[in-house]
């Protein structure tokens, strides 16, 4: 199934039908009048901008009514001076009679003579306009850039923030940069050795500095370190090094700078070293000096090079769309297309006042790849409905589209932010192929005073696979490109190299019309999310590992029983398995793995039937409140001041402490555990070594077969043989030495 037959056809969403009209411009015009076209279809009205003294202006707009609000049988299209206010011409027509077109191409426009207002073309009217008007659906090309009558009480210069639009994030690559030497540096102070390090800048970028030299000369050596950036097609930017020399305490001096532009630079794939060059630094004249003519020019020695062999992350790895590397000759093929369906949403809370009433101007983003898609802003509505479909090409399962609503704050009464209401994300491996998921989802926000739901979003999905067998093979895959193995990049760099990817995103998505704002990029793309100091999400996680050891506990606690004997007759029966499988060894992982297969097919039956959303008892947003989420959505540095400070200060040091104190039991047991045998206590690694040698001679002669079945009976003996807690190996560990007492 193409990727064009799936866009051209809407299939999970419901059809809205609108009344298009399409305005291109006029002729035959008075030559001192100002023109500008309104439209009217019953109660709504739409208005193009207006020309001064132009007899044959060109409008180029089009206008969309919803059919199922048009109560008017008539539609009026005026002509009108704006000067004067008066009408040069109409045109009408009758609304059931205008055609329905089911291609998404708008038709040819037509040229129609103007009549005045009694209806009559003659002398008093002059004038021809150029339209098209036709009966369409939102899957209609001019869906985006149509001026929709719901949006007609809203001033003419916001009415831009309100259309829907496809965005597509910017081409990244990493930039390598490894400085080798430099030679023959000029310093301005003599007498003293120099310490010297680079500063290199890319634009959209901080300043990255080297570690100082340690060779105190002016040919000093980095021994290649590594310093990495984010840059965007197209390479516009430049590359500044400085080579700066350390001469007091926050006080430096340039000894030279070279500018190199990136569209020089070259590009690598595979996993070889770029070859070095040479770069002559140019001075940096001072105040007060005069400019001397130099009979050598100092130089920087250094690799550079942009690498295409990566995936630039822009977004929390955990949460990724897009595992591909930036090269595209390196792309595997897709192995299918997801379409999602944008319904509507409901029981939406105000987010602002306009004319002394709550209200909210709610519209929907989407995130997959490096596409972006934004829905067109449905304008004081609790309930909006958009019905709008897009679709993806998928190239890895193990990836999560991302959906969120935000308020539009840039309309009357907005803040001049856009807010948030909620998001969703779903991962693809959760979603059978070619089954139509509808579902509501929460809205659920997180806010300093607590947890907050601010309505539910409808949605439609479908997972369409082109090969069944290639998306398995997908699982046996590595996830990300194989620069990330052969040449990986540490979590310091990865995290640093995501908030450059974050920044360089939003700054160029906020410059399409409509703009995607930074504050809609960054809360979808999720960049520090494990990066908060967060009691909740500590706890969260602990009892998510706790969640996952819970089979293990469960098993634990069903071996316990058979120790006590609980259920004398499944404790019986667990003895005679145990000792058929000691007696036959080789049906141990078969019998293990027929145990999983069991397992599986009993949970089929308790399979998700939709896929999991945002759940409020996993992240115990409900349960912890105050203080716990007030550090959560509070700034580096903090912004609080005083005894709040103080006492937030107190809990940290006693929350750590318990921490601390857990460590030391875990790190007492370790040492216990790798002590036996050296010689700390002379007892016992003599009583350790006289057991061993015991051990290797009863291995040796009795079968393997005997002492694990030995063992098992032992263990699993009748309580009333027992002699009693705590077991002598216990015992025996608890006495061994640890290094605690050497302490501080």
């Known amino acids: 199934m193409s990727e064009e037959k799936l866009t051209s056809s809407i299939n999970l969403v419901q059809q809205l039908h609108f009344l298009y009209v399409g305005i291109v411009r006029a002729r035959g015009l008075p030559e001192n009048c100002d023109p500008f076209v309104q439209v009217q279809v019953g109660?709504?009205?739409?208005?193009?901008?207006?020309?001064?003294?132009?007899?044959?202006?060109?409008?180029?707009?089009?206008?969309?009514?919803?059919?199922?609000?048009?109560?008017?049988?008539?539609?009026?299209?005026?002509?009108?001076?704006?000067?004067?206010?008066?009408?040069?011409?109409?045109?009408?027509?009758?609304?059931?009679d205008i055609p329905t077109r089911l291609l998404p191409e708008a038709p040819s426009p037509l040229w129609f003579k103007l009549a005045d207002q009694n209806g009559r073309k003659g002398e008093r009217s002059s004038g021809e306009l150029m339209m098209a008007i036709w009966m369409g659906t939102q899957a209609d090309q001019v869906f985006p850039e149509a001026w929709h009558a719901?949006?007609?009480?809203?001033?003419?210069?916001?009415?831009?923030?309100?259309?829907?639009?496809?965005?597509?994030?910017?081409?990244?690559?990493?930039?390598?940069?490894?400085?080798?030497?430099?030679?023959?540096?000029?310093?301005?102070?003599?007498?003293?050795?120099?310490?010297?390090?680079?500063?290199?800048?890319?634009?959209?970028?901080?300043?990255?500095?080297?570690?100082?030299?340690?060779?105190?000369?002016?040919?000093?050596?980095?021994?290649?370190?590594?310093?990495?950036?984010?840059?965007?097609?197209?390479?516009?930017?430049?590359?500044?090094?400085?080579?700066?020399?350390?001469?007091?305490?926050?006080e430096e001096e340039s000894l030279g700078k070279c500018v190199i532009p990136l569209s020089k630079v070259q590009k690598r794939v595979l996993p070889v070293a770029a070859s070095a060059e040479w770069y002559n630094l140019e001075r940096i004249v001072r105040e007060g000096e005069g400019k001397t003519e130099e009979k050598f020019t100092s130089r920087l020695q250094i690799r550079i090079s942009l690498e295409g062999g990566y995936h630039v992350m822009d977004d929390s790895i955990h949460f990724s769309s897009d595992f591909r590397p930036t090269d595209k000759m390196s792309w595997r093929p897709p192995i299918g297309v997801l379409e999602l369906g944008i319904l509507n949403a409901t029981g939406l809370l105000p987010m602002k006042w306009r004319n002394q009433k709550g209200t909210t101007d709610a519209y929907c983003v989407a995130k997959y790849g490096p596409k972006w898609v934004r829905t067109r802003t449905i304008v004081d509505s609790p309930a909006p409905s958009w019905h709008e479909q897009y679709t993806w090409e998928v190239y890895d399962p193990y990836t999560v589209?991302?959906?969120?609503?935000?308020?539009?704050?840039?309309?009357?009464?907005?803040?001049?932010?856009?807010?948030?209401?909620?998001?969703?994300?779903?991962?693809?491996?959760?979603?059978?192929?070619?089954?139509?998921?509808?579902?509501?989802?929460?809205?659920?926000?997180?806010?300093?005073?607590?947890?907050?739901?601010?309505?539910?979003?409808?949605?439609?999905?479908?997972?369409?696979?082109?090969?069944?067998?290639?998306?398995?093979?997908?699982?046996?895959?590595?996830?990300?490109?194989?620069?990330?193995?052969?040449?990986?990049?540490?979590?310091?760099?990865?995290?640093?190299?995501?908030?450059?990817?974050?920044?360089?995103?939003?700054?160029?998505?906020?410059?399409?019309?409509?703009?995607?704002?930074?504050?809609?990029?960054?809360?979808?793309?999720?960049?520090?999310?494990?990066?908060?100091?967060?009691?909740?999400?500590?706890?969260?996680?602990?009892?998510?590992?706790?969640?996952?050891?819970?089979?293990?506990?469960?098993?634990?606690?069903?071996?316990?029983?058979?120790?006590?004997?609980?259920?004398?007759?499944?404790?019986?029966?667990?003895?005679?398995?145990?000792?058929?499988?000691?007696?036959?060894?080789?049906?141990?992982?078969?019998?293990?793995?027929?145990?999983?297969?069991?397992?599986?097919?009993?949970?089929?039956?308790?399979?998700?039937?939709?896929?999991?959303?945002?759940?409020?008892?996993?992240?115990?947003?409900?349960?912890?409140?105050?203080?716990?989420?007030?550090?959560?959505?509070?700034?580096?540095?903090?912004?609080?001041?005083?005894?709040?400070?103080?006492?937030?200060?107190?809990?940290?040091?006693?929350?750590?402490?318990?921490?601390?104190?857990?460590?030391?039991?875990?790190?007492?047991?370790?040492?216990r555990l790798s002590s036996p045998l050296n010689w700390r206590d002379p007892r016992a690694t003599s009583l350790v070594t006289v057991f061993c040698l015991a051990a290797c001679i009863v291995t040796y002669f009795i079968p393997l077969k005997i002492l694990v079945g030995a063992w098992g009976l032992f263990v699993m003996k009748h309580p009333k043989l027992r002699v009693g807690p705590p077991r002598m190996p216990l015992n025996f560990l608890a006495r061994l030495p640890t290094r605690v007492e050497s302490m501080l």
């Open 43 to 96: 109660n709504y009205r739409g208005t193009t901008k207006h020309f001064e003294k132009k007899a044959n202006p060109e409008w180029k707009q089009i206008f969309a009514f919803s059919k199922e609000r048009i109560q008017a049988c008539s539609l009026e299209v005026f002509v009108m001076d704006k000067a004067s206010g008066g009408i040069i011409g109409v045109v009408c027509f009758y609304v059931p």
């Open 150 to 250: 719901d949006v007609a009480n809203i001033r003419s210069q916001s009415i831009g923030n309100t259309r829907s639009k496809v965005y597509l994030s910017p081409i990244l690559w990493y930039l390598r940069l490894n400085i080798i030497q430099a030679q023959d540096l000029v310093l301005r102070d003599k007498t003293r050795k120099p310490e010297v390090f680079v500063k290199a800048f890319l634009r959209n970028n901080t300043a990255v500095r080297s570690r100082i030299s340690l060779d105190k000369s002016i040919n000093p050596t980095w021994n290649n370190e590594e310093i990495m950036f984010v840059a965007a097609e197209p390479f516009d930017d430049s590359l500044i090094l400085s080579v700066e020399n350390r001469i007091g305490y926050d």
């Open 401 to 671: 589209i991302k959906i969120g609503v935000f308020d539009n704050g840039h309309l009357e009464g907005g803040c001049g932010r856009d807010g948030q209401m909620g998001k969703v994300r779903i991962r693809l491996t959760t979603l059978q192929t070619d089954r139509i998921y509808t579902h509501s989802y929460p809205l659920i926000l997180l806010q300093p005073n607590g947890v907050k739901k601010l309505g539910e979003l409808r949605l439609a999905l479908r997972f369409t696979c082109y090969s069944f067998t290639g998306l398995l093979s997908s699982y046996l895959q590595p996830k990300l490109p194989k620069m990330h193995y052969s040449h990986p990049l540490n979590s310091c760099q990865i995290h640093y190299l995501t908030e450059q990817a974050t920044k360089i995103v939003s700054q160029q998505l906020s410059q399409v019309e409509p703009p995607l704002r930074k504050e809609v990029v960054v809360y979808m793309l999720d960049v520090n999310f494990f990066d908060k100091c967060s009691q909740r999400t500590y706890e969260a996680n602990v009892d998510r590992i706790n969640a996952a050891l819970r089979g293990l506990v469960l098993a634990w606690k069903w071996f316990d029983g058979i120790q006590t004997w609980q259920n004398p007759i499944l404790t019986i029966l667990a003895h005679l398995i145990f000792l058929f499988l000691v007696n036959n060894p080789e049906l141990i992982l078969p019998t293990i793995f027929f145990y999983c297969v069991l397992v599986g097919l009993w949970s089929f039956r308790y399979r998700p039937r939709h896929p999991p959303h945002m759940d409020l008892k996993l992240s115990l947003a409900e349960k912890l409140g105050g203080e716990a989420l007030d550090e959560e959505f509070d700034e580096y540095p903090s912004s609080r001041q005083g005894d709040v400070l103080r006492a937030k200060y107190d809990w940290l040091r006693s929350f750590v402490a318990v921490k601390t104190s857990g460590l030391g039991e875990i790190a007492i047991l370790m040492e």
